[in-house]
Each structure stands twice: as structure tokens, then as C-alpha cells.
């Protein structure tokens, strides 16, 4: 069971957003097993490198993957976004776009 709640959200203003945080995550593979009728089947996920920035404004933050983005910052380094919040401010968000 699922649900999904969709909120309103004003018009974003730009602002300055910290680089929180910045990590390097490698390339690695996953194996499972599944059974198809009855036969077990072996699979390999590849599951690329991640290049993960965390943003943060005003409470609110947000993880990038972006390896020129990560590249280009540092730690306390601030980056433009979008920063969105609802009528009643209990909900926020980040935007980033190259």
C-alpha cells in the first residue's frame, strides 16, 4: 500500500545553498536470486558510481548526484538553487540544475 500526497507549493526564489556534505560512491554489482516457475535464476545488477553532493538551505537539504558538480565544490562552498515551500511553510524542497 502506497500513498502519495501532492502539496502546492509557491513560486521558488533562488538562493544560496551550502555544500554540506560530498561523497565518492564506486560502481559495484548486486546478485540475486529469483525463482521463475521452478527454476532459480541468477541476476547481476550493475549499479553505476555515484558522484553525491549534499546541499543544504534553511533547514531544508538535498543530495545531487552530479559528478561536475561535485567536482567543482567543496564542503561550506555555496551553489545556486531553487527553494520551494508551501503556503504554510511545513513543506519544502531543493532544486538544482546545472
Partial sequence: LSITACYEYKEPIKVQAECVKKEYKESYKTTSMMMV???PIITTKDNPERYEVTLGYNGTQKVINSKSLY????????????????????????????
Fill in 37 to 39: 516457475g521452478k527454476t
Fill in 71 to 98: 567536482e567543482s565544490i567543496e564542503e561550506s562552498d555555496k551553489v545556486d538553487v531553487l527553494y520551494y515551500e508551501t503556503e504554510d511553510k511545513r513543506y519544502t524542497k531543493i532544486t538544482y540544475e546545472e
